[in-house]
C-alpha cells in the first residue's frame, strides 16, 4: 500500500461510497422522508422560503422544496451505484463471448469492427439522447431497464475489441505455442494460459468503466435525461414527467438557473459525481500497478 499509492486512495474512496449506500440511510442526520419545508425564520426574525443555502441546520443547503441535500445524496447512493453496475457488468457480459469469439473467427471479428465503427463515429452521449427520447422509451414502464441496456449496449464494440486484441496478443506467447504442442484441451488452456493474464485485465477495465459510466450519467443530467421518471396523466391528453429519483445527477435538473442563484445543489452533486470518478480511476490505476509488480502482464 505505501509503494502503491493510487490503490490506497481508491480503496479508500470507494470503500466510502460502498458504505454510504449500505449505512448512510440509517444515520441520525439523515432526513429518510426527505420532508418539505415551506417556510423558514431565520435568526433575524424574518421569513424565507427555500431554497436554504448551506448552514448548521443544513450542512449542504436544501433544494427548492426544502428537502435536504445532504440526505438526498446519501441516499441517491445506492440508486446511482446499482446503476453503473448495472450498466458495466451487462457491458462486459456481452462483450466478453463477443472478444473471445472474434479472436477465432473472421466473421465475428468484421462484424465487431463494424459494430465498433458505427457507434464510436459519434460520442456516446449523442447515441444516448438519440435512443432514449423515442416515444417507446419515453413512455416506457421498463424505461430505466431500457436505458441501462441500451448505454450498456452502445459500447460493447470497444470492449469487444479490447477483449480480442488481448486475446491474440496472449495466444502469440511463446508457452502457448508450447502448450498447443502437447496437446493440451481447449479448455484447460483456457483456465490455466489465457484465464490468468486475461482476468487481471478484466478486473482493471470494469472498474475505470464504473468512472466512465459515472461521468456519463452526470453529463445526462446536465441535458436533463434520466434513467429512471414516471408519466402521470394530467388529463386524456396531457401527460407529465416527474422525476423522483434521488440519484445524484438529478439535482442537475435546473443546473441553469440554480448555479445562478441555488450554486450549492449543482456543486454538492458535481462534487460526490467527481469523488466517484476519482476513487474508481484511482483504483483501477491501483490495480493495474498491483498486477504489474507481481509480474501479471495484461495489456
Given at each position: 500500500?505505501?509503494?502503491?499509492?493510487?490503490?490506497?486512495?481508491?480503496?479508500?474512496?470507494?470503500?466510502?461510497?460502498?458504505?454510504?449506500?449500505?449505512?448512510?440511510?440509517?444515520?441520525?442526520?439523515?432526513?429518510?422522508?426527505?420532508?418539505?419545508?415551506?417556510?423558514?425564520?431565520?435568526?433575524?426574525?424574518?421569513?424565507?422560503?427555500?431554497?436554504?443555502?448551506?448552514?448548521?441546520?443544513?450542512?449542504?443547503?436544501?433544494?427548492?422544496?426544502?428537502?435536504?441535500?445532504?440526505?438526498?445524496?446519501?441516499?441517491?447512493?445506492?440508486?446511482?451505484?446499482?446503476?453503473?453496475?448495472?450498466?458495466?457488468?451487462?457491458?462486459?457480459?456481452?462483450?466478453?463471448?463477443?472478444?473471445?469469439?472474434?479472436?477465432?473467427?473472421?466473421?465475428?471479428?468484421?462484424?465487431?469492427?463494424?459494430?465498433?465503427?458505427?457507434?464510436?463515429?459519434?460520442p456516446v452521449i449523442f447515441?444516448?439522447?438519440?435512443?432514449?427520447?423515442?416515444?417507446?422509451?419515453?413512455?416506457?414502464?421498463?424505461?430505466?431497464?431500457?436505458?441501462?441496456?441500451?448505454?450498456?449496449?452502445?459500447?460493447?464494440?470497444?470492449?469487444?475489441?479490447?477483449?480480442?486484441?488481448?486475446?491474440?496478443?496472449?495466444?502469440?506467447?511463446?508457452?502457448?505455442?508450447?502448450?498447443?504442442?502437447?496437446?493440451?484441451s481447449y479448455n484447460k488452456?483456457?483456465?490455466?494460459?489465457?484465464?490468468?493474464?486475461?482476468?487481471?485485465?478484466?478486473?482493471?477495465?470494469?472498474?475505470?468503466?464504473?468512472?466512465?459510466?459515472?461521468?456519463?450519467?452526470?453529463?445526462?443530467?446536465?441535458?436533463?435525461?434520466?434513467?429512471?421518471?414516471?408519466?402521470?396523466?394530467?388529463?386524456?391528453?396531457?401527460?407529465?414527467?416527474?422525476?423522483?429519483?434521488?440519484?445524484?445527477?438529478?439535482?442537475?435538473?435546473?443546473?441553469?438557473?440554480?448555479?445562478?442563484?441555488?450554486?450549492?445543489?449543482?456543486?454538492?452533486?458535481?462534487?460526490?459525481?467527481?469523488?466517484?470518478?476519482?476513487?474508481?480511476?484511482?483504483?483501477?490505476?491501483g490495480l493495474q500497478k498491483?498486477?504489474?509488480?507481481?509480474?501479471?502482464?495484461?495489456?
Amino acid at each position: 500500500m505505501k509503494k502503491n499509492k493510487s490503490l490506497f486512495i481508491g480503496i479508500i474512496l470507494v470503500s466510502l461510497i460502498v458504505l454510504t449506500a449500505i449505512v448512510g440511510p440509517y444515520l441520525p442526520f439523515v432526513d429518510q422522508q426527505l420532508k418539505t419545508e415551506g417556510v423558514r425564520k431565520m435568526s433575524d426574525g424574518s421569513l424565507k422560503v427555500p431554497a436554504f443555502a448551506p448552514s448548521s441546520v443544513n450542512i449542504l443547503g436544501t433544494d427548492a422544496e426544502g428537502r435536504d441535500i445532504l440526505s438526498r445524496i446519501i441516499l441517491g447512493t445506492k440508486e446511482v451505484l446499482i446503476s453503473i453496475l448495472g450498466i458495466t457488468l451487462l457491458r462486459f457480459l456481452v462483450a466478453v463471448p463477443l472478444g473471445l469469439m472474434a479472436s477465432v473467427n473472421k466473421v465475428v471479428s468484421r462484424l465487431l469492427d463494424l459494430y465498433n465503427k458505427i457507434f464510436s463515429f459519434v460520442p456516446v452521449i449523442f447515441m444516448v439522447v438519440l435512443f432514449v427520447n423515442l416515444p417507446y422509451i419515453m413512455y416506457s414502464p421498463h424505461r430505466t431497464i431500457i436505458v441501462i441496456i441500451i448505454i450498456a449496449l452502445l459500447e460493447v464494440g470497444r470492449v469487444g475489441q479490447f477483449i480480442q486484441t488481448s486475446v491474440i496478443t496472449v495466444s502469440k506467447k511463446p508457452f502457448i505455442e508450447a502448450a498447443l504442442s502437447t496437446g493440451t484441451s481447449y479448455n484447460k488452456m483456457f483456465s490455466r494460459h489465457y484465464l490468468p493474464f486475461l482476468l487481471p485485465e478484466l478486473m482493471v477495465n470494469i472498474i475505470l468503466d464504473f468512472g466512465r459510466n459515472m461521468f456519463l450519467l452526470g453529463q445526462l443530467g446536465v441535458i436533463n435525461i434520466f434513467l429512471a421518471h414516471r408519466i402521470e396523466v394530467v388529463d386524456p391528453l396531457v401527460f407529465e414527467v416527474i422525476n423522483d429519483s434521488n440519484a445524484w445527477p438529478l439535482l442537475f435538473k435546473d443546473v441553469t438557473f440554480d448555479v445562478f442563484s441555488k450554486p450549492w445543489i449543482p456543486v454538492a452533486a458535481c462534487t460526490f459525481i467527481t469523488f466517484a470518478i476519482i476513487g474508481f480511476n484511482q483504483l483501477g490505476k491501483g490495480l493495474q500497478k498491483y498486477f504489474e509488480r507481481n509480474s501479471i502482464r495484461y495489456f
